[in-house]
């Protein structure tokens, strides 16, 4: 089995709304990688490792500083909203599949606007038209 994939808390709906954009070609390269695999027919069982320092997608980033960031007051803050919204602790591991089934449950359609409250992505509708596809697919 492969290692865990470790996400910061906000990753998780990043993940979910990605469409390759990004902070740097790198950054944007490394991602899609990530999201393709969790996209992939199998990537519900994946498992995921929960951190809140610089994660998987954050490897390449050109605002990573070791295993914090250049724009921390901002990330920790994004980081807090969606770990208290997903109850995801430090540590914590769960699938993707588990995953989509907490932001179904604990993530309305037009939380984003709140939750992801500074994000440079957010104006673009990108989540949460991910996330209204993620309400309307529930089974
Ligand atoms: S709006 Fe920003 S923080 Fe929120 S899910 Fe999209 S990329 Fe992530």
Do not use: Y
């Given at each position: 089995m492969s290692p865990p994939i470790q996400f910061r808390p906000h990753h998780f709906l990043c993940a979910l709304g990605f469409q390759g954009k990004g902070y740097s070609n790198r950054f944007?390269?490394?991602?899609?990688?990530?999201?393709?695999?969790?996209?992939?027919?199998?990537?519900?069982?994946?498992?995921?490792?929960?951190?809140?320092e610089a994660d998987h997608i954050c490897a390449p980033c050109p605002h990573r500083r070791g295993s914090g960031c250049a724009k921390a007051e901002k990330i920790h803050a994004l980081d807090a909203r969606h770990a208290q919204a997903l109850g995801l602790a430090d540590g914590a591991r769960l699938s993707w599949g588990e995953a989509?089934?907490?932001?179904?449950?604990?993530?309305?359609?037009?939380?984003?606007?709140?939750?992801?409250?500074?994000?440079?992505?957010?104006?673009?509708?990108?989540?949460?038209?991910?996330?209204?596809?993620?309400?309307?697919?529930?089974?």
């Open positions: 944007t390269v490394n991602m899609a990688e990530i999201v393709n695999r969790l996209r992939a027919p199998s990537g519900d069982e994946l498992e995921i490792a929960v951190t809140f989509q089934q907490r932001i179904r449950a604990q993530v309305p359609p037009g939380a984003l606007a709140t939750l992801c409250d500074g994000c440079q992505w957010l104006g673009l509708g990108l989540c949460e038209t991910a996330l209204a596809a993620l309400h309307a697919a529930k089974r």
